[in-house]
C-alpha cells in the first residue's frame, strides 16, 4: 500500500502500521518497514519515514529511537536520508517530548549537519526547527548553542531549498535561544569587506529585526557619540 499512487491509500497504510504496532509491539514491525529504507524508490522510503514516526508516536518514541539511531550507521545516503527524516516527522508531532530524547539524537544531528552531502543538511535543519520550537523554554540551550555552531556555516548555501531550510532553523533556534544569541552571531558579518558575504548577514538580521524587534534593543551594541552622530541611549545605560 505504501506503493499506491493514491495519496489516501498511502496514508491508510502508514495508519494500519501504527495500529498493528499498538497491538504486537513496535519491534516485530520496525524490523520489516526498516529493510524498506534501502530500496531506491524516494515515494516508499517517504512513506515508510513516515511510517516509523507513526509507530514512535503510537509506541513511544524511546521504542523506536535506538533502532533508528543503529540504522543510521549504514554507510547508504537513501538509508541515512529515510533516518533523518523520521527524525523530522518526529519531532514535528511529539513536540516537548523532545526535551527528554534531545541529548541522544544531538551527536546524530551534529554528524549530518556537517556531511558533504546538500540533502543530508537540508533534511537535518528542518528536523533541528521542529526540535528548537518543541523544546523552546525546556531549559535545553546549551544543546542548541552546540548545534547553531553547525547550523550557521550553511547560510551560505546557494541552493533555494536549503538556504531557506536554514533560515527556518535559525528561526526556530531563535525561540529556543533567544534574539540576543543570534544578533552576536550577526552582528560579527554585518561590515564585512566581502559584498556576497554582507548580504547574507544582512538577511539573517533582517528576519530577526522583523521577528523580535522589541528585544533586540537592550542587547545593540554601546556605540560612542561622534561630532555629528549622537548614540547615547540614557533611559537604557541608567539600568548598566
Known amino acids: 500500500m505504501l506503493k499506491a499512487d493514491k495519496m489516501s491509500l498511502r496514508r491508510a497504510g502508514m495508519n494500519t502500521i501504527g495500529y498493528i504496532a499498538k497491538v504486537i509491539g513496535p519491534w516485530d514491525v520496525l524490523e ?21 514516526a507513526i509507530v514512535a508516536e ?25 533516518v533523518l527524516q523520521s527524525l523530522y516527522f518526529l519531532f514535528e508531532s511529539i513536540g516537548a517530548k523532545g526535551k527528554d530524547y534531545i541529548y541522544a539524537v544531538t551527536p546524530l544531528l551534529a554528524d549530518a549537519l556537517t556531511d558533504r552531502d546538500l540533502v543530508h543538511r537540508q533534511i537535518a535543519v528542518s528536523a533541528l ?35 531557506d531550510a536554514v533560515m527556518e532553523a535559525i528561526d526556530g533556534l531563535r ?20 559584498r556576497k558575504v554582507r548580504e547574507v548577514y544582512w538577511k539573517v538580521y533582517n528576519s530577526l529585526h522583523i521577528e523580535a524587534q522589541d528585544a533586540l534593543v537592550a542587547f545593540y551594541p554601546v556605540l560612542f557619540d561622534e561630532d555629528n552622530n549622537f548614540y547615547s541611549r540614557p533611559e537604557l545605560m541608567m539600568f548598566l
Open 175 to 194: 525561540v529556543a535561544l533567544g534574539p540576543a544569541v543570534i544578533l552576536n552571531y550577526c552582528l560579527q558579518g554585518l561590515f564585512h569587506p566581502a
Open 129 to 163: 526547527k521542529h526540535l528548537a520550537l518543541g523544546v523552546a523554554g525546556l531549559s535545553r540551550e546549551d544543546v542548541f548553542v552546540h548545534l547553531l555552531n553547525h547550523v550557521w556555516p550553511n547560510i551560505f548555501e546557494t541552493s533555494p531549498l536549503v538556504i
Open 32 to 52: 520489516i518497514i526498516l529493510l524498506n529504507l534501502h530500496l531506491q524508490g524516494r515515494q516508499n522510503r517517504d512513506c515508510t519515514a513516515l511510517a516509523i
Open 58 to 82: 503510537t509506541c513511544l518514541l524511546f521504542t523506536v529511537l535506538p533502532a533508528l539511531m543503529n540504522e543510521y550507521r549504514v554507510l547508504d545516503l537513501n538509508v541515512q536520508r529515510g
